[in-house]
């Protein structure tokens, strides 16, 4: 490369704060409790694009309630703290597939499970599928 780096120098890995679903199995335990709410994206002029976050379905502006427009509308999101078993690191979840967040819902409402907070949870992401798809939880 030129003089521009040092001769010899790699970009360190700096562990990301936030859990993505990888390829394959990823384990993890929900540590806290779910902060649940609505996000979308807007113009934000020469920086491109930023997100809109707000806690309850009534808080979203018609016009993006409304919306036809993908790119525009709201998704519905939960966030919480995971212990990531891959990263083997504290990290941020936040999820917006309604597949996982049903199963999820689900244990939570099952006398044999409960608590979310009280096991582990493997999500398995396909290539083929979308992450939860076929309930892989």
């Known amino acids: 490369m030129n003089d521009f780096l040092p001769a010899g ?15 394959g199995v990823n384990s993890f335990r929900i540590l806290s409790n779910a902060i649940v709410g609505f996000e979308w994206w807007v113009a934000n002029g020469k920086e491109g694009r930023k997100p809109v976050r707000v806690r309850t379905a009534e808080e979203v502006p018609d016009e993006v309630r ?13 966030a919480f703290t995971v212990y990531n078993y891959t990263a083997k690191a504290v990290q941020v979840l936040v999820l917006k597939q309604q597949t996982i967040m049903r ?27 979308k992450p939860g798809a076929g309930c892989g939880i």
């Open 66 to 78: 409304s919306t036809l427009d993908d790119r525009r509308r709201a998704r519905h999101f939960w």
């Open 103 to 129: 199963a999820i819902e689900a244990f939570g409402k099952s006398p044999k499970w409960g608590e979310p907070r009280g096991y582990d949870l493997i999500i398995e992401k396909n290539q083929n599928r």
């Open 9 to 23: 120098y790699e970009t360190p890995e700096i562990p990301s704060h936030y859990m993505e679903f990888e390829e």
